[in-house]
């Protein structure tokens, strides 16, 4: 249990202001619970696994901000992968993680320990992404229906017959019916398919992070992962809109010894876009990470107000997102920003 903590502070740093938080005060008590009453989690490696083995993908969708109206039981998982189990006819042998996100982290953990199965040390995205579909699963060509949702009463939902795009479209549509947020698994992928089109290793680099910057080591998080401070500030206006589920908007901070520089994030659910006038200093792929400066919080985009004094924390993404199919399905165009990728070494420079 004493990684828990780590991994609850870099799914909050790796969710780039999305991924609905952790939820500590929901979602770190049931992970706990479970560990306490089932033992460990094994994390293995794909090839740790026998070939034939099938890992079932599984997550959150919805909001979180309802979450924390109607909370998180802890059995929403386990009864997710016991429905796609029945309708595909096959028994998985793991648990792997969709996207490295928040509450997505986390969930694949607990689920893992109740179902008495090892997580494989992997995911789908290595960062915050706003659609189901951003995956490097998507990239692949590798489809995750059928799936199966189950929201914290009883509801369930199982999608076959579509791709993970349209699939995502049909999920989306469903959610206020159950309730506003649903556990959900994916169709089982064989160890090939993980190691083809996922992110090995991501709970490993996860646990890491967590612990950097849990002892504030900016240093150990430069050496290890290329993270810089992008700028310190004071968080001077915040003007968003709610579009649906969708916070977007604006965050501005003014410098905290220079005061006529300021950095403009642009964020939709995620922190996206960094500009200081006009140009870019951080974009997504990249990862933009708004912390707090007296207590190395993480801060997500709905809750990011003025009056803040923050530390702008920009990391490079995994290569995949680098490509040309990665930009397509996650450069700033994919969220309609008229500009192109500048990676982030060579845009901070």
């Known amino acids: ?144 229906t059928p799936a199966a949702f189950t929201a914290d009463k009883g509801s369930n939902l199982l999608v076959d017959g579509v791709n993970s795009a349209d699939a995502e479209s049909v999920i989306r549509l469903s959610m206020p019916a159950m309730g506003g947020w649903a556990g959900m698994a994916w169709r089982p992928l064989s160890m090939d398919e993980i190691t083809k089109g996922m992110l090995v290793g991501s709970y490993s680099r996860a646990a890491e992070m967590g612990r950097l910057l849990g002892d504030r080591d900016r240093e150990g998080l430069a050496a290890g992962y290329g993270a810089r401070t992008l700028f310190e500030g004071k968080v001077v206006e915040v003007p968003r809109r709610h579009l649906g589920q969708s916070t977007t908007g604006t965050v501005v901070v003014e410098h905290s010894e220079q005061r006529d520089r300021a950095l403009r994030i642009e964020m939709q659910n995620e922190y996206l876009v960094a500009l200081e006038d006009g140009r870019i200093k951080a974009c997504v792929p990249d990862l933009i990470c708004v912390l707090e400066q007296e207590t190395g919080r993480c801060i997500t985009a709905e809750r990011v107000r003025y009056g803040l004094w923050v530390e702008v924390l920009a990391i490079p993404c995994d290569p995949a997102w680098r490509t040309e199919a990665g930009l397509e399905l996650l450069g700033p165009r994919s969220f309609g920003y008229d500009m192109d990728y500048v990676p982030l070494e060579r845009a901070a420079a």
Request: a negative charge.
């Open 1 to 144: 249990m004493e990684d828990v903590p780590a991994l609850s502070r870099a799914a909050m740093l790796l969710g780039t202001g999305g991924g609905g938080g952790t939820g500590t005060e929901l979602v770190d008590p049931i992970l706990r619970r479970a560990l306490r009453e089932h033992g460990p989690v094994q994390v293995v490696q794909p090839g740790e696994l026998p070939p034939e083995s099938l890992a079932v993908p599984v997550g959150f969708v919805g909001s979180g901000t309802v979450m924390h109206e109607k909370p998180y039981e802890g059995g929403e998982i386990v009864r997710a992968v016991r429905g796609v189990e029945q309708h595909t006819g096959v028994t998985v042998q793991a648990v792997v993680g969709v996207a490295m996100t928040g509450i997505m982290a986390v969930v694949p953990v607990i689920a893992a320990a109740q179902l008495g199965l090892p997580l494989v040390d992997a995911d789908g995205t290595g960062r915050g992404v706003t659609k189901l579909s951003q995956t490097t699963l998507t990239m692949a060509g590798i489809d995750l």
